[in-house]
């Protein structure tokens, strides 16, 4: 993953039990560091992200819920 300084990235807050994503917040690369160590310190797991490869991890867990009748 190659991020630029001022692109705009995602900072994804997982759920620890499930892995499903609970909250997204778009910033630039600068600030990402700080959202992400946000939802770690209440409980979440977190991941930067492109957007690119949010799409792909939101269709991965459509998946695994509609497999799982959660949908």
Known sequence: MNIEENEVVCVVALDKGTGY????TSCN??????YAK???RIGCNARILTYEDL???QEQEK?????????
Do not use: H, M, P, S
């Open 38 to 40: 946000y939802y770690r």
């Open 21 to 24: 994503i609970r909250t997204v």
């Open 29 to 34: 690369r600068e600030d990402a560091q700080g």
């Open 55 to 57: 799409d792909k991890l």
């Open 63 to 71: 998946k695994e819920r509609y497999e799982n009748g959660g949908f």
